[in-house]
């Protein structure tokens, strides 16, 4: 089973930038689909940002314009580029893989293999 680890959370000020990082334990992100979830503390976990295994991304409304999604098929690593960051992003970060070369959408269902998630603070 392929496992993913997570890393790059903590806490930033509004307004501030936010690197997460995803390392995989095996060579999944040129045939994968991947994806950025998060879970506010009360809500449902939600997707912002999806890359396809030929890099092609997708973003929510909510963090278009403003985050990043990036992948190094060399690494093994998936990255989430975070900018002018508000306090509603403060929730736990996840990476996320489907076993399909194409994304197709952010439904957390669809999405098999999990990370144990980054915590993100944003203090206003």
């Known amino acids: 089973q392929v496992q993913l680890v997570e890393s790059g959370g903590g806490s930033v000020q509004a307004g501030g930038s936010r690197r997460l990082s995803c390392v995989a334990s095996?060579?999944?992100?040129?045939?994968?689909?991947m994806g950025w979830f998060r879970q506010a503390p009360g809500k449902e976990r939600e997707g912002i940002a999806t890359?396809?295994?030929?890099?092609?991304?997708t973003y929510a409304d909510s963090v278009k314009g403003r985050f990043t999604i990036s992948k190094d098929n060399a690494k093994n690593t998936l990255y989430l580029e975070m900018d002018s960051l508000k306090p509603e992003a403060t929730a736990m970060y996840s990476c996320a893989s489907r076993v399909v070369a194409w994304c197709a959408g952010m439904t957390r269902y669809a999405y098999k293999i999990w990370g144990q998630g980054t915590q993100v603070t944003v203090s206003s």
């Open positions: 095996a060579s999944i992100y040129s045939t994968n689909c």
């Open positions: 890359i396809d295994s030929d890099g092609r991304t």
